[in-house]
């Protein structure tokens, strides 16, 4: 399924606070969490990075890696990195914490491309909004809230007025079990006899 529309870009910056450390090489069911991000992010797209948010060595990965434009400003950090390094017309984003996120996915939202507005997952928890694929015409609107302090994902997709993509209605066999997110070491228990 792979896009060339699209790049790639894997999140992998947050502090893990509750994780209580770097995540991202922690393993699920016998496989680094960062090893499943990469991954999917070559299934969907022939250009792929890494925004790195915590300065650590991807090399292994023989991929490019970027570090966070602006450090400190979390999650809408990241997306702002990868909308400023993308070389296609959309980034695709995906958390590095999500073992079980799948290429599908990212064919559902795809049908939504919008040239002006995101298009974000909805599980059925609510928005998934680093599970979404983002216009380069975006970058500006992430450059003003950045320059004034505003860090809050909801305020680009509502002023973006993004496409929010049901998947437990669109997507035959959805199950939950796609979002699960690794926040706490017990969690790399999920679904172990």
Known sequence: MISNIITAAVIAGGKAVRFGGPKIRAEF???????????LARDIAAQVFIV???DLDYSEFN???????VPECGPIGGLHTALHYAST???????ADMPLLTAEVYQHLLQYLDDKRPVIALSSKGEEPLVSIWPKTALPVFNKLIAAGDYSLRI???ELNAVRVNLPDVMP???DDIFLNINYREDLDYGQP
Do not use: E
Request: avoid cysteine.
């Open 29 to 39: 069911r016998g496989r680094k969490l960062i090893d499943y991000a990469v991954d």
């Open 173 to 175: 066999g959805y199950s």
């Open 52 to 54: 790195n948010g915590n």
């Open 156 to 158: 680009p997709i509502k």
């Open 89 to 95: 017309p959309y980034a695709a984003v995906l958390p």
């Open 63 to 69: 991929i490019s890696t970027v570090s966070d434009i």
